[in-house]
C-alpha cells in the first residue's frame, strides 16, 4: 500500500514539476491535476473542478463536446483545436491532445501552443464560420436539432423549431429519448443499431420531418445519434387542403363526364345515349366504355346515339363513332344514330364515310320509334284458344 501511495505521489510531482501543459480529468471534463507549466499559461481560470469547457472560447466548445464522445469511447488519443483563456485574459489558439483510460476512467492529456503555419488558425476560422452557419439556420429556421449517446440520453436539444413544441431550448439535455417518447422513439432504436433515418413523426400537435443520423466510432459502434427535425406542419396542411381540393375536382369531372353522356334505359332493352355539346375522341371513348358495358350488364337489344346536341364532329370522332356502333353489334345488338345535324352530315360525307350499313334517324323519336317497332315484330304471338 506504502508503493503504491508513493507511485501516486511520484506521478503527481511528475505531473505538477512538468515543463509540459499537463492535465488529468475525470470523465465528464472536471480538471483533477494540472502542472505548473499549464496553470502558468492559464492563470486564475484554472481551478479545482473547473471543465475543459469553461476554457475554451464559445466559439469552439461544441468543436470540444463532439470530440470528448470519441474520447470517453476509445483509447485512442484525439487532438482538439480551439482557442484558450490564457493567463492574460485573452484567448490563444492551442491544440490539446486528449486520452481516456478505461482502467480509472480518467483522462489525461496536454496543451501545446498552435505553431505558426500550422493550419490551426485556418481551421478555427473554418469551424467558426461553419458553427455562425448552423446558428444562423437553427435561429432562423422552424427546426429543432438534437444528439443523444448510445444510451438515448439526450446531449444537445436547440433550435427555433422548440417553440412550436412548447420547450425550451436545452429542455430534454440529460433526459432519456426513449423515456419520454416511447413507441414514437422507434426510429432512435435503428438509428442506435447504425441505420440513418428519414421520415415523417407527428409530435406535441406538429408535424416533423426528421433525419436521423448514427455517429459510429472507428470500429463501428454507434456511439451517438445526431437528429434535425423541421417542422413541416404547415406544408402538410396545404398538401392535405390541397388534395382535398383535387378530390373535389375530380368528383366534380366525374358527374360532368356523366351528365355530359348519360345513358337512359328508355325501355327493356332499348338504351339512349344523348351527346351534347363539343364531342372529343376523349369524351367519346369514355362513351363508348360505359355503353358497351352498360350493354353486356343490361342485356340490351338496341342502342340509340342522339347526336341531336352535338355541334361538330372531326375525323377521329366520326370513325369512334362508326366503330362505337360496330362494337355494339359485336355484343349482339343493335346501334342507331339520329339526329345527325346538316353540318355534321356534310364532314361525315366529306370524310367519304362509309354509314350504309348503319341505322340512321332523323331524331330521337324516330329512333326510339324504328326500336319500338323492331320490338313488337319480335314479339311472339298470343295464342287463341280453340
Known sequence: MTEANGSLGSLDDFIAHSTEMLFVARGD???LRWSDALGRAIGPALAQGTTLTELFHPEDRCTLTARWEQVRGSAAPVQVHGRIMSAERSYRPFSCFVRGSRADGLVYGSFRDAPPGDGVLDELVRLRDRDRILGALINALPMVVWAIDSEGTYTCHEGKGLAAAGHQPGQHVGKNIFELYGDLAGGIERALAGEAVHGLAEVHGCVWENWIVPLSEAAGRVR???????????????????????????????VIRELAAPIIEVWDGVLALPMIGVVDSARTAEAMESLLEAISTRSARYAVLDLTGVQVVDTKVADHLI??????QLLGAEG???GI??????????????LSAIVTKANLRA???YCMRRLNARAPTPRTSP
Open 29 to 31: 471534463g472536471a480538471l
Open 224 to 254: 451517438s445519434v445526431f437528429g434535425f427535425s423541421l417542422d413541416v406542419t404547415e406544408g402538410q396542411r396545404a398538401q392535405l387542403a390541397l388534395q382535398t381540393k383535387l378530390d373535389v375536382i375530380e368528383a366534380q369531372q366525374r
Open 323 to 328: 366503330k362505337l356502333v360496330r362494337a355494339i
Open 336 to 338: 342507331i344514330i339520329c
Open 341 to 354: 345535324r346538316p353540318n355534321v352530315a356534310q364532314t361525315m360525307v366529306a370524310l367519304g364515310l362509309d
Open 367 to 369: 329512333g326510339l320509334t
